[in-house]
């Protein structure tokens, strides 16, 4: 007897797949992410160079594998990484000289769609920001693909 409970073929049983485009017991194509055009977050490109300068700029980044999921949801949802990035240094800016315990941590800043706030731009006079581990934007900018993946294997 098959593992399904009876010895006799589907039609002697009445029991009748009632479509054969809905896969995966009864669920829809579409609530698996299968056949529908669109990109899902795992066949999305990441950009790692532009994840990398945000990763490296962000004053509170934490938990690398979190926020890289964050990263590639926002890329997905259609946010503009430079302008994540570039709000990611506002942010530090304005959280300069805070209590560490108020910052956001990267993943749920991104997860909040916080680079969606409005922040103050940079002051004219004032020296541009640096990253914690002392990366300025003119480096980040400079540094080659493998350097930033070397950078964030080793934080």
Do not use: C
Not at 57 to 85: F, H, M
């Amino acid at each position: 007897m098959p593992d399904g409970g009876t010895s006799a073929p589907p039609a002697k049983t009445g029991i009748y797949a009632g479509r054969t485009d809905v896969p995966h017991a009864g669920t829809s194509n579409t609530e698996h992410g299968e056949n529908t055009g669109k990109k899902t977050s795992s066949s999305t490109a990441v950009d790692l160079e532009a994840f990398g300068a945000f990763w490296l700029v962000y004053p509170k980044s934490r938990d690398r594998e979190k926020t890289l999921t964050e990263w590639r949801t926002a890329i997905t949802n259609g946010a503009d990484p430079q302008q994540i990035t570039a709000a990611a240094q506002a942010y530090a800016r304005e959280k300069a000289g805070e209590e560490w315990r108020f910052i956001k941590h990267s993943a749920n800043w991104l997860r909040e769609r916080r680079y969606e706030d409005d922040y103050a731009p940079q002051p004219n006079g004032k020296p541009a920001l640096r990253a914690v581990n002392g990366a300025s934007q003119n480096d980040i900018d400079s540094m080659s693909e493998e350097e930033i993946e070397r950078a964030l294997r080793f934080g």
